[in-house]
């Protein structure tokens, strides 16, 4: 018999986000999806399409191929204006099986237009068909191209920074720990700004407690993210996939750690803002209240999300400007 003992936080969350879960509710279903990951990841693009509708308009936006030794990753540049003073890398989330530039340009979109820099989207190859380490690999090959190339695609890499949102907050850190730990220089991390991200907690709190099918982070939906992201040489224990199995205490820039309420993964990013707090590591920690995981995406009629992604322009800047 399966046993649930989960909250039933629907009843909880807020006044937005309960708008969004009424928008689901008298959607029709975006098409047939036999649960192959062909056909959820053209669900989720279908959905995201109402979500990035009427983004603001940018200086230009511009797509580029970048070879990398794992094949041509697609890039999406983000100018806000001719000249920036720095450049921020952003992986999107998606539990590493889904989404892409598309489903989170809006996302982009306002963080380059909040924070007046140059913001790069990196279209990591997903899994199953590539596995960890590869999108962490790609990140770090991309942004050692554009260090070699700045000039040509007129960015600033002497700042950078790396963000990401789910599964993307944890490839973007374990980007900068994976920089730190093998020498690579591409330009001086300024900050790192994470959104409700799983940083390798096995079982917590949280987890127990939170996730559903109205999120997509029931306990077997995690699990599968995991098998598709790892194989028998990318065990749970790695230390680019449990991040607390690497040392979080010194070389990691400043941190900015979102958290939603009502989010299974919520137990992750609180540990590591204990963790990096206890080492003295600068990091600002906000949770949201009254949200579920992705809240991030809905800023089109939730100003708390547009909220979060402004925050987090925030604390770039100011760890640009001092």
């Not at 041509?72 to 998606?94: N, Q």
């Not at 917590?204 to 999120?215: A, I, K, M, V």
């Not at 993964?265 to 600068?282: R, Y």
Request: proline fraction near 4%; glycine fraction near 8%; charge should be negative.
């Amino acid at each position: 018999m399966k046993i649930t003992n989960k909250i039933n936080v629907l009843e909880l969350i807020s006044l937005e986000m309960q708008k969004v879960i009424a928008y689901y509710a008298q959607k029709d279903p975006v098409g047939p999806n036999d649960g192959s990951y062909e056909a959820q990841r053209l669900a989720y693009i279908e959905d995201r399409r109402y979500w990035n509708a009427n983004s603001p308009e940018l200086f230009s936006i511009k797509n580029n191929l970048v070879p990398t030794d794992k094949g041509d990753v697609v890039t999406r540049i983000y100018h806000p204006i001719e000249k920036t003073s720095a450049t921020l890398f952003y992986l999107h989330g998606g539990g590493f099986i889904l989404g892409n530039l598309d489903t989170h340009d809006r996302i982009m979109r306002l963080l380059a237009l909040y924070t007046g820099c140059t913001v790069i989207g990196i279209d990591y190859t997903l899994s199953p068909e590539a596995h960890y380490p590869q999108a962490i690999e790609e990140a770090v090959a991309v942004c050692q191209f554009y260090y070699q190339h700045a000039e040509k695609f007129t960015l600033n890499m002497n700042h950078i920074g790396f963000a990401g949102d789910s599964a993307g907050a944890m490839l973007a850190l374990a980007t900068v720990l994976w920089l730190r730990d093998k020498h690579i220089y591409c330009g001086d991390i300024c900050a790192v700004l994470l959104w409700y991200g799983l940083y390798g907690l096995h079982d917590s709190r949280s987890r127990r407690l939170f996730g559903g099918e109205w999120d997509g982070l029931r306990r077997e939906d995690l699990q599968e993210y995991d098998n598709a992201y790892l194989t028998a040489l990318g065990s749970r224990e790695e230390p680019y996939y449990c991040l607390f199995n690497n040392d979080l205490t010194q070389g990691i820039p400043p941190c900015f750690i979102a958290s939603a309420q009502y989010d299974p993964l919520i137990d992750d990013s609180e540990t590591l803002f204990q963790t990096f707090q206890a080492h003295k590591v600068p990091c600002e920690y906000k949770m949201y209240s009254g949200t579920l995981h992705a809240f991030l995406h809905y800023s089109r009629i939730m100003p708390t999300a547009d909220n979060a992604i402004r925050d987090g322009a925030i604390y770039f800047i100011k760890q640009l400007f001092g």
